[in-house]
């Protein structure tokens, strides 16, 4: 049964990216939002930084944590479908094409950089010396 739901799953997946890509041809990317996008990306890794070392920082006290683990998850967490998705929903005008096209920077950014580096980084990370 719990087969059934991963193909589910991967199904929908495949068709929200489709109809992702059918999206984000009907609109322009102007240079505005291409600088707010990529400007976002360090904010965005700083602001999720910050929340998991809180997080560490009251679980440290009654925890042994491994001691990369909070730069792993920073740069582990991927952005992706939902943020899309949400950005599609809003209601149709100049900001909605701002948010859609900063939040699909975002996403591609952390596709193919974070997604594909991040083996490397635990690698880097967990080597002993």
């Not at 943020?83 to 701002?98: F, K």
């Amino acid at each position: 049964m719990g087969d059934n739901w991963l193909l589910i799953d991967e199904i929908l997946n495949a068709v929200l990216f489709v109809l992702i890509g059918i999206e984000v041809l009907a609109f322009a990317f102007n240079h505005m939002s291409l600088a707010v996008g990529f400007v976002l990306i360090p904010i965005i890794l700083l602001a999720r930084l910050t929340s998991i070392s809180l997080l560490f920082g009251v679980l440290r006290l009654k925890e042994t944590l491994t001691r990369h683990a909070e730069w792993i998850l920073t740069w582990g967490g991927l952005r992706g479908a939902i943020s899309v998705a949400l950005a599609l929903a809003l209601p149709p005008g100049d900001i909605r094409d701002t948010i859609l096209t900063v939040t699909y920077i975002i996403v591609v950014f952390s596709i193919l950089v974070q997604g594909l580096t991040l083996g490397k980084l635990i690698q880097v990370l967990t080597k002993k010396p």
